[in-house]
C-alpha cells in the first residue's frame, strides 16, 4: 500500500509564480488535511476536507486554495508564492473526522526565492 | 483563539533517564493524540485517548489525559537512543474536524 502520496517532493519557486501540490491516498479515507511545518516548528493546519465535497480553512488559509478533486485527492495551491510560503507541506488523511489516526504523506519541501 | 502549548521546547537525557512532556490546551478537548517525527521524517502516529483521565501504555511509553479533558502527558520509562525525536500532541475540539498540533518537544537522548 502507497498510503498518502505526495508531488513533487522538492520544488524551487520565483515570487509570485504559482505551483499546486498534490495529494493522494488510497486508504478509502474520508478527511483529508494539508499542514505547513517551519524549521524547528510544529504543524500549522492550512486547509482540511472532512469530506469529499467539503472543505474548510485551517489556522494559516491565506494565500493557498485547495481542491477536493475526489475522494482520493486533495490539492493545494498557491496562486502567487512568497517568500514566506517557504516550508516543508504535509498532506494527511484520516478515516474519519472524528478520533482518526492521521496518516501522513511524506511531505514537499518547497522554496521560494 | 484556542492555544495548545507543549512543554519542555527541548529535553536532553542521557539514555536511561525518563522523560516527560506536557500538552495543555485552554479550552475542553474532544480528544488528544500523539505523534513523533524522527528528523528529516513525517509524523507518526503513536496514540489516541478519548476518555477524561485515561491512561494507556504502549511498552515505555505511558500516556495519560487529564480529568478535565485539557492536558496530557507523554512518559517514557528509560529512554533509548531509538527514542529521538519531536513528539507532538494534536489536539480536537467538540464540533470541529480539525487537528490543531501542538508545538512540539524535541527530545534528544545521549548514550
Known amino acids: 500500500n502507497a498510503g498518502v502520496t505526495q508531488t513533487p517532493k522538492f520544488q524551487v519557486l520565483k515570487t509570485g509564480q504559482s505551483m499546486t501540490l498534490q495529494c493522494a491516498q488510497d486508504?478509502?479515507?474520508?478527511?483529508m488535511y494539508w499542514y505547513r511545518q517551519d524549521p524547528g516548528m510544529g504543524l500549522r493546519l492550512i486547509y482540511y476536507?472532512?469530506?469529499?465535497?467539503?472543505?474548510d480553512k485551517g489556522e494559516v488559509p491565506n494565500g493557498y486554495n485547495v481542491s477536493r478533486l475526489n475522494k482520493r485527492e486533495f490539492s493545494l495551491r498557491l496562486e502567487s508564492a512568497a517568500p514566506s510560503q517557504t516550508s516543508v507541506y504535509f498532506c494527511?488523511?484520516?478515516?474519519?473526522?472524528?478520533?482518526?489516526?492521521?496518516?501522513f504523506g511524506e511531505g514537499s519541501r518547497l522554496t521560494v526565492l | 483563539g484556542q492555544q495548545v502549548m507543549q512543554i519542555p521546547q527541548y529535553q536532553h537525557v542521557q539514555e536511561g533517564e525518563d522523560f516527560t512532556t506536557y500538552c495543555n490546551s485552554s479550552?475542553?478537548?474532544?480528544?488528544i493524540q500523539w505523534y513523533k517525527q524522527r528528523p528529516g521524517g513525517h509524523p507518526v502516529f503513536l496514540i489516541q485517548?478519548?476518555?477524561?483521565?485515561e491512561v494507556k501504555k504502549q511498552k515505555r511509553l505511558t500516556f495519560q489525559f487529564g480529568e478535565a479533558k485539557k492536558n496530557s502527558s507523554l512518559h517514557i520509562t528509560a529512554t533509548q537512543t531509538t527514542d529521538v525525536g519531536t513528539y507532538f500532541c494534536a489536539v480536537q475540539y467538540s464540533g470541529t474536524y480539525k487537528y490543531i498540533f501542538g508545538t512540539g518537544t524535541r527530545l534528544k537522548v545521549l548514550a
Open positions: 494527511a488523511s484520516s478515516s474519519s473526522y472524528t478520533a482518526g489516526e492521521l496518516f
Open positions: 479550552t475542553t478537548l474532544s480528544n
Open positions: 485517548l478519548v476518555k477524561s483521565g
Open positions: 486508504m478509502n479515507h474520508n478527511s
Open positions: 476536507s472532512a469530506s469529499e465535497g467539503t472543505t
